[in-house]
T-cell receptor, first 116, second 113 residues
Framework: GAVVSQHPSRVICKSGTSVKIECRSLDFQATTMFWYRQFPKQSLMLMAT?????????EQGVEKDKFLINHASLTLSTLTVTSAHPEDSSFYIC????????????FGPGTRLLVL | TQLLEQSPQFLSIQEGENLTVYCNSSSVFSSLQWYRQEPGEGPVLLVT???GGEVKKLKRLTFQFGDARKDSSLHITAAQPGDTGLYLCAENYYAGNNRKLIWGLGTSLAVNP
């Protein structure tokens, strides 16, 4: 199988602090990882695409300085929400594309962020 | 992010009823995927359809891909409470070296016992 994990699964933080979310591919190498944001009962909104060893490609309207993405290895990508505000509260999901299987993305279980 | 047309957006039915969810695009799909997502979890891939006219079955779920590859449907027979969740269609989109998924708006299904 192809398993993707996220940590933490839930996080509550105070407004103004920064929060880091990790996405790991546990049993495969991920050449590309994707970060999504999702509001209740709505579809996934792609925030950015990250390729190992290069800068992330952000979707239109997503602030690069607000959502910092680091894809330092073939099994780990991190999303840092800087100076979080209540409107950043959401469900963040990562996915990973497996090396050699370019059509399939494997999704993590998501991270629920609540900013007070 | 470009979105596919998906309908209905919300559906609440009784256990045992049948239902169909639709996914449409104005352009031809390269391939189409259907996902199911439960609250608080990531989406899980149900099926990928590639060939026009293709029909795939997964237990009580039947997936159809239109002949022109511009539409797809998901039919659930004798729905059960365990089928409750958000159903999403998604297309692989290619833009140069960039590949990403284009998502439908989702269908939130509630199956009441």
């Amino acid at each position: 199988g192809a398993v993707v994990s996220q940590h933490p699964s839930r996080v509550i933080c105070k407004s103004g602090t920064s929060v880091k979310i990790e996405c790991r591919s546990l049993d495969f190498q991920a050449t590309t990882m994707f970060w999504y944001r999702q509001f209740p009962k709505q579809s996934l909104m792609l925030m950015a695409t990250s390729n190992e060893g290069s800068k992330a490609t952000y979707e239109q309207g997503v602030e690069k300085d607000k959502f910092l993405i680091n894809h330092a290895s073939l099994t780990l990508s991190t999303l840092t929400v800087t100076s979080a505000h209540p409107e950043d509260s959401s469900f963040y999901i990562c996915s990973a594309r497996r090396r050699g299987l370019q059509e399939t993305q494997y999704f993590g279980p998501g991270t629920r962020l609540l900013v007070l | 992010t470009q979105l596919l047309e998906q309908s209905p957006q919300f559906l609440s039915i009784q256990e045992g009823e049948n239902l169909t969810v639709y996914c449409n695009s104005s352009s031809v799909f390269s391939s189409l995927q259907w996902y199911r997502q439960e609250p608080g979890e990531g989406p899980v891939l149900l099926v990928t359809v590639v060939t026009g006219g293709e029909v795939k079955k997964l237990k009580r779920l039947t997936f159809q891909f239109g002949d022109a590859r511009k539409d797809s449907s998901l039919h659930i027979t004798a729905a059960q409470p365990g089928d409750t969740g958000l159903y999403l269609c998604a297309e692989n989109y290619y833009a140069g070296n960039n590949r990403k998924l284009i998502w439908g708006l989702g269908t939130s299904l509630a199956v009441n016992p």
